[in-house]
């Protein structure tokens, strides 16, 4: 319905507002479910470059919510043995499944540079956030 470059700057821009808004939102980005060949895909995001721009299904904490379709909080990333290091100014991160009718589509992915920020309020937001992304899809 609505064309990618639309889409994509809309997303783009959310990630700005999100990021310029909430002190201990420093990384925050999309990823989006290639479910063909089960690898995760690196959308429009605000950061820090990162080389994970492909992450198959299961492979870090984006990957295991790409097969669990749930929430994953990470108060501790040093904590993790699944985990992908990006930055080592990373201390914690939230990642949050994206449904479009019913089906895991991808996930908002978010880094943050303190330890253990990041409370319920947080995952009712990022859920709350994804439902209004999901009407551009
Ligand atoms: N840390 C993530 C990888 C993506 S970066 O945070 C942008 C993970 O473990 O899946």
Request: proline share 4%.
């Amino acid at each position: 319905s609505q064309s990618d470059v639309s889409r994509d700057e809309k997303l783009k821009n959310l990630c700005q507002l999100l990021s310029n808004n909430i002190s201990y939102y420093d990384w925050v980005g999309f990823y989006f479910a290639d479910h063909e060949t089960r690898t995760l895909h690196l959308g429009p995001y605000v950061g820090a470059e990162t080389d994970h721009t492909v992450i198959p299904f299961g492979k870090g904490i984006c990957g295991q919510v790409a097969v669990s379709n749930e929430n994953f909080v990470v108060p501790d990333v040093s904590a993790q043995d699944n985990y992908i290091a990006c930055s080592f100014t990373v201390k914690s991160e939230i990642v949050v499944p994206l449904f479009v009718n019913g089906k895991n589509i991808g996930q908002i992915d978010i880094d943050s540079h303190v330890i253990d920020p990041f409370t319920k309020a947080d995952e009712l937001f990022l859920e709350f956030v994804n439902q209004e992304v999901a009407k551009l899809f």
